[in-house]
């Protein structure tokens, strides 16, 4: 049966399939190292830019801080983004007395509320009933 020429076939067939599956095995692993290489490249390049913005935003606050102190004084040529971030600077010191204005109000109202409550009983507690 090892001689018949069917057999033989068969058998070459299987033995060039599975040499073909291989070396696609191979080639998939090579494709998935690639990926992971650049997977890898790309995770650490996102954490240098993000460590370079944090560094630029630390330079930015203190030359901006020796700006408004007055011992720093930037060329004409920033004066436009100078302006900007004075512009930014008025809207979030009006955003932070909008708060407070909101926090004190409330203050206010549950002082008042407080003050009402301690004169009269509260309606969890009522007193006891006559018959």
Do not use: C, Y
Request: net charge positive; aromatic share 2%.
């Amino acid at each position: 049966m090892a001689d018949d020429p069917k057999q033989k076939e068969l058998i070459r067939k299987i033995s060039e399939s599975f040499q073909a599956a291989q070396t696609r095995m191979a080639e998939l692993r090579q494709a998935v190292q690639r990926n992971s290489d650049l997977s890898q490249i790309q995770s650490t390049s996102a954490f240098i830019m993000r460590e370079r913005d944090r560094a630029l935003r630390n330079l930015g606050e203190a030359v901006w801080k020796e700006v408004e102190a007055g011992r720093l004084a930037l060329p004409e040529s920033l004066a436009e983004s100078l302006d900007a971030v004075r512009r930014v600077d008025a809207k979030v010191e009006g955003h932070r007395k909008e708060i407070a204005d909101i926090l004190d109000e409330g203050a206010q109202t549950a002082e008042r509320l407080q003050g009402k409550n301690r004169g009269s009983q509260s309606s969890l507690a009522p007193g006891a009933k006559k018959r």
